[in-house]
């Protein structure tokens, strides 16, 4: 990915997650192999203690990830194995979506492609939500007997209300981008969504860009 401005600094921190460092704002790049960006638990794991880190040195923070996923969400074949331990992942997620709430600085979510299940949910605990037209939002689990633990039925109907809110987790119905905006589900439709994001959150860091975003890969 290429640098921004001279003032750009970006860091692989795992396999999961780039970090992008510019002025007044951080980037958090989810990264995988296939594209998907799927929220295993060693990606939870990863994403929780980066966003701890960074939240000792706060900056505004936008999470994205590349043109076709934000994130698949939850990895289904983990899942499916998890048995007794699906407890324990819930909660992993559910700290993990804590660690957003409680991070002293705004977080925002820069939103391309897909943005599903527990995708949905990290979205959801961002403070703002800036989508691409072609971005699609859903929660599946319903269709596939499982419902999420992660904090998203309590953050959606709080959104865009109950009645909406049932409509993507009971029916389990994909929205898309201009439809997400109408339920109050994303705050804007971008074109450029890390560019609109960074607005929101820092003035100084847009500025510092020249009103320019790197190509999502």
Not at 3 to 8: K, P
Not at 64 to 93: C, H, P, Y
Not at 199 to 214: G, I, K, M, N, Q
Request: charge should be negative.
């Amino acid at each position: 990915m290429a640098d921004v401005n001279s003032n750009t600094e970006t860091q692989t921190v795992s396999k999961f997650l780039e970090i992008e460092r510019q002025t007044g704002l951080v980037l958090l790049h989810l990264v995988s192999d296939d594209g998907t960006n799927r929220l295993s638990r060693a990606c939870v794991g990863a994403l929780r203690a980066v966003i701890e880190d960074l939240a000792l040195s706060p900056q505004p923070l936008i999470i994205t990830g590349n043109q076709k996923f934000f994130s698949a969400g939850a990895d289904l074949n983990e899942i499916v194995a998890l048995g007794s331990d699906a407890f324990e992942f819930a909660r992993i997620g559910q700290r993990l979506m804590r660690s957003i709430d409680d991070f002293p600085a705004p977080v925002g979510a820069a939103v391309y492609g897909y943005c599903m299940g527990g995708g949905l949910d990290l979205a959801l605990a961002c403070d703002f939500r800036v989508a691409h037209p072609h971005t699609v939002f859903g929660h599946r689990g319903a269709a596939l007997g499982l419902i999420t633990g992660w904090g998203g039925t309590q953050r959606l109907p709080r959104l865009v209300g109950r009645a909406k809110a049932l409509e993507m987790f009971v029916a389990a119905e994909k929205i898309n981008a201009n439809r997400a905006l109408e339920m109050g589900l994303v705050d804007r439709i971008s074109d450029n969504p890390i560019e609109d994001a960074m607005r929101l959150v820092s003035p100084a860091a847009t500025a510092s860009s020249d009103s320019t975003s790197p190509p999502l890969p």
